[in-house]
């Protein structure tokens, strides 16, 4: 480091050097072309050409320190790599001091200019502070490393310098020395505190995307089902959210958080379950989520946190897509309520649910609307969307009507680590970048307090937070910063001069609008909105389906889900297809086609209730579509009654029917809520009238008329014949003690038949009761109402008491058309 020391002790500035020997080379040309001719040799000031074409990738991947003061020695390393396909011999790694920047845009020029301009980029520090590489070949890549005390670098008055760092070398197709590749940074130099500092407020966003569903267990609890467990990689130690919550733990910065973002990690502090395709598994990440949030809590005390509405509304797709769907509007005012208890409930902290955010502060005066419909009065912009044509960048906030702020976030600071920061030379340029800028802003207007805001992407990689971390603390000194709040920042005094006029909607970006949720989206959304306001009404713990379900269709409408369509259309149909599931839990049982015989009947119809709780507020309407053939309840056409069921039970509802007429009556049941919407699906059966008319009355009436006639001609028939079997056993006795006296008599005539008797008894007897016996036995309409009973009939014909049997013998002969047969 002496002889580096040594070398520069001359205080020339390296400009006047590079004056020098471009005036060296002028005058010397001309005498060294006339003492020696090279046919192929180009000019001295070759290597010094513009060169478009970068054949070395230079990259910067240490830059310490970043905000140099007087008495530091810079170190810069990196690497070089040969990206042509020829090899490049007697290279060397040159620091070039560029110009100081007069203003910001140049600082932005410096980062998109590629190539090499000798006019910008400045002349090589030569000597010590170069590093020579024999050979590179092609693919290859070599290490650098340049030290160099801050006061070598000739930097003469404070503001942004640009650094480049260059290599120089030959090819086999030219072989002079040329700049192959630069690379260049920015350097902010402010040895000493500005008497005025800018306010500087950063914002710190934990948003994710969503992956809790609408599902939850049917237990108690609630067990909440979540779509993925890809939240947990990001919330472990290494993991995106993880790094967000510890780096912002040590930097002076603005919370802004996703409340439902805290909600899920909430949920997964407990029980929970992830699916599995059709299965559901559990859960094993309670330990991580709980944590993430334990750290969480502590890095926010003593902060200001602003809370989004919750789940992170894309405000710029409903004022775009959504205003015109009904009801969409509607779930802004109550995701800014919630946003405020959940995080007040999980984070113990009061936040400000004053702010809206649109997707990279781009606004119209649509978008303005529906930002402070939720409630809102302040509403974060950039200042690449609400421009101003000033020399300086004005203070963020400035009103824009209506009672309305506008806070205008700093476009090139909010954007400058939105890039591939897991390569450190990319990370290393953005900070130098980011440094640059704030000290620009300081310089633009020195004797001026100004208040800026950044506001970098919503979802930041643990590279990015990284990175944004390394800048934050390089202000750390408040050599020309000093950290602020939103709050504060949207409460300075506006700058006069700064424009409060809103652009039209023909300046929101086309890529911006190509990344909107579609139509179609909030047409689901309100599908599901309407399924689940129809099924509330009927629940007796009603909580238990609206909130999660009021809670995925917030989700559904995040600004995360910005260029996922597939994904975002998923969502939305698992959520429909999971509340119209339950919904069918309530339902009606189908039913067969019913017989009516007579003039009137009960028809029943049955409603299951599967839900684990009670439903009520339903009504259940049968309605008869041939009233002049079958009516309802007195006389009417439709009928209604209450429905009231337990969970995990059925009830059987029963309507009065009448019946008019003969034939076929298709009947439909549907159930209604109370306010009189349809719910689920109309059922519908047939009832097949088959009226008994008076006449059949009276035949019927007649028929068991002579049955019971009947019954009484067999009781006295039956008590007459008895009583003459008894009158005949006295003759027959009387009759054998005359025969006992005379029968010596009785001999003679013994031979002789009675003309009068029978083999069935006394002659005069059976002659006597003959004709009736006759009519008795013969065959017609009385012998087959006698029929009509059965009685078990005895084995011994000769008993006197048997009865006639009820039944004939067994026929073999079919039966007669019309006949009933008993098989």
């Known amino acids: 480091m002496a002889e ?33 001719y090279v046919p192929s040799a180009p000019p001295a000031s070759a290597a010094e050409k513009a060169s478009p074409s970068r054949t070395v990738d230079v990259s910067l991947d240490t830059f310490t320190p970043t905000t140099p003061v007087e008495g530091d020695t810079l170190t810069i390393s990196g690497t070089v790599t040969n990206e042509g396909k020829e090899t490049v011999s007697a290279a060397q790694v ?46 290859i890549s070599k290490d650098f490393s340049i030290t160099v005390p801050v006061e070598k670098l000739g930097l003469d008055e404070e503001g942004v310098y640009q650094l480049g760092v260059s290599l120089t070398g030959r090819t086999p197709s030219a072989s002079y020395d040329q700049v192959l590749g630069i690379e260049r940074t920015l350097l902010p130099w402010q040895p000493e505190a500005t008497e005025k500092k800018t306010q500087l407020t950063y914002l710190w966003p ?16 609630q067990t909440p089902v979540f779509e993925d467990d890809e939240l947990a990689a990001e919330l472990a130690p290494g993991g995106r959210l993880e790094r967000l919550v510890a780096l912002g733990a040590e930097l002076p910065v603005t919370w802004v958080v996703d409340p439902d973002l805290l909600a899920t990690v909430d949920a997964m502090t407990r029980n929970y379950q992830v699916k599995d395709g059709k299965e559901r598994i559990p859960g094993k990440n309670q330990a991580i989520a709980k944590q993430w949030l334990n750290s969480l809590d502590r890095a926010v005390q003593g902060d200001k946190v602003v809370a989004l509405p919750y789940a992170d509304p894309d405000l710029a797709s409903l004022a775009h897509r959504g205003k015109n769907v009904s009801g969409s509007l509607s779930h802004l005012q109550p995701a800014t309520e919630v946003a405020e208890s959940t995080v007040e409930t999980i984070l113990h902290v009061k936040p400000s649910i004053d702010f809206a955010w649109p997707v990279d502060g781009a606004v119209d005066p649509s978008i303005i609307d529906i930002a402070t419909s939720a409630g809102a009065d302040k509403v974060i912009a950039r200042n690449d969307s609400i421009r101003d044509e000033l020399p300086y960048t004005p203070n963020a906030a400035r009103p824009i009507g209506g009672g309305t702020t506008a806070v205008v976030a700093d476009a090139s ?28 802003v300081t310089q633009q207007q020195p004797g001026k307090l100004r208040s800026i805001v950044v506001a970098p992407q919503r979802m930041p990689t643990a590279a990015q937070a990284q990175s944004m971390a390394i800048a934050l603390r390089a202000l750390s000194a408040q050599r020309w910063t000093q950290p602020s709040d939103l709050l504060t920042a949207a409460a300075a005094t506006p700058d006069d001069r700064a424009t409060t006029k809103i652009p039209g909607a023909r300046k929101y970006p086309a890529k911006l609008r190509k990344r909107e949720l579609p139509v179609q989206a909030f047409q689901d959304m309100k599908t599901t909105q309407d399924t689940l306001d129809n099924f509330k009404v009927i629940l007796t713990m009603a909580s238990r389906v609206v909130t999660p379900f009021g809670n995925a269709i917030n989700r559904e409408m995040s600004t995360s889900w910005r260029g996922r369509a597939e994904p975002a259309t998923a969502y939305r149909q698992s959520v429909q297809v999971h509340l119209r599931d339950l919904t069918t839990e309530v339902q009606l049982i ?3 086609d019913l017989t009516l015989s ?14 684990l709780q009670d439903v009520e507020h339903l009504v259940l309407r049968l309605t008869s579509t041939k009233p002049t053939r079958l009516k309802l309840n007195g006389g009417d056409a439709v009928a209604e009654l209450p429905v009231k069921i337990a969970g995990g039970h059925s009830q ?60 009484i001609r067999m009781y006295t028939h039956r008590k007459r014949t008895a009583a003459r079997e008894a009158e005949a056993a006295d003759a027959a006795g009387a009759a054998d003690a005359e025969d006992a006296e005379d029968e010596p008599d009785e001999q003679d005539t013994a031979g002789t038949p009675d003309a009068s008797s029978t083999a069935d008894g006394p002659g005069t007897v059976g002659t006597a009761d003959e004709p009736d016996t006759a009519a008795e036995s013969g065959t017609g309409a009385e012998t087959d109402l006698e029929a009509g ?34 098989r």
Request: aromatic share 6%.
């Open 4 to 36: 580096a020391a040594d070398f520069q002790s001359t205080g020339r500035s390296p400009a006047r050097r590079w004056l020098r020997r471009a005036a060296s080379a002028f005058v010397s040309a001309p005498l060294l072309a006339g003492l020696l």
């Open 94 to 139: 040159d620091l070039r001091v560029g110009s100081r920047m007069a203003n910001r845009g140049e600082i932005d020029a410096v980062a998109k200019r590629t190539g090499f301009a000798p006019g910008n980029d400045g002349a090589a520090l030569g000597g010590p502070y170069s590093i020579k590489i024999p050979k590179i070949a092609a693919g």
């Open 206 to 221: 934990l948003i994710s995307s969503t992956h809790l569903s609408a599902e939850t267990g049917s237990d108690d609890q």
């Open 413 to 440: 600071l909010s954007t400058v680590f939105q890039g591939d920061m897991t390569r450190t030379g990319n990370s290393t340029l953005a900070v130098q970048q980011f440094l640059a800028h704030t000290l620009a």
């Open 590 to 592: 189908e039913k067969s």
């Open 598 to 611: 007579g003039r009137s009947a009960t028809i029943p119809v049955t409603v299951q209730n599967q839900l």
């Open 652 to 711: 059987s509802v029963k309507f009065t029917a009448s019946a008019n007429a003969n034939g076929p009556v298709p009947m439909t049941a549907q159930l209604y809520t109370e306010d009189g919407k349809p719910y689920g699906k109309p059922m519908t059966f047939t009832v097949k009238v088959s009226e008994i008319t008076p006449t059949v009355m009276l035949v019927i009436a007649g028929g068991f008329l002579l049955l019971a006639l009947a019954g």
């Open 789 to 822: 009973g059965t009685t078990a009939q005895s084995d011994d014909p000769e008993q006197p008491s048997d009865p006639t049997p009820d039944t004939g013998a067994q026929s073999t002969d079919p039966s007669g058309q019309g006949e009933k047969v008993d």
